[in-house]
């Protein structure tokens, strides 16, 4: 299992940025997808979750609720991370994760608690 996080960069408060995390050699569709991130001197933490298509139930920690939105792209084989109204305190290393046989109603806990194969992070500084 191969992920691969792309999209952060530099933005400005207010802004919005979209992040990817693309799959390789497997089919990302069957799998729970989640998205972490960890600023300097912070623990990681859970962003946003998404359940394998058989369910589709997304997870949205209290921070990031109502602003960002998970989602998949199928023909792609990826799963997107679209961040909205961006704040300094988003600034982070952003992580893509997956998970499988886990079911639904663990996907907030795996959320939190992190999942069992990683991506390289991908860099999101919110600045003016």
């Known amino acids: 299992v191969q992920l691969q996080a792309s999209g952060g960069g530099l933005v400005q408060p207010g802004g919005s940025l979209r992040l990817s995390c693309a799959g390789s050699?497997?089919?990302?569709?069957?799998?729970?997808v989640g998205w972490f991130r960890q600023a300097p001197g912070k623990e990681r933490e859970g962003v946003a979750c998404i359940h394998s298509i058989s369910d589709g139930t997304t997870y949205y920690s209290d921070l990031t609720k109502g602003r960002f939105t998970i989602s998949r792209d199928q023909a792609k084989n990826a799963v997107d991370l679209i961040m909205n109204y961006l704040e300094p305190e988003d600034s982070a290393v952003y992580y893509c994760?997956?998970?499988?046989?886990?079911?639904?109603?663990?996907?907030?806990?795996?959320?939190?608690?992190?999942?069992?194969?990683w991506g390289k992070g991908t860099l999101v500084t919110v600045s003016s």
């Open positions: 050699g497997f089919t990302l569709d069957y799998y729970a």
């Open positions: 994760a997956a998970d499988y046989g886990y079911g639904s109603a663990q996907l907030g806990v795996r959320c939190r608690d992190g999942m069992d194969y």
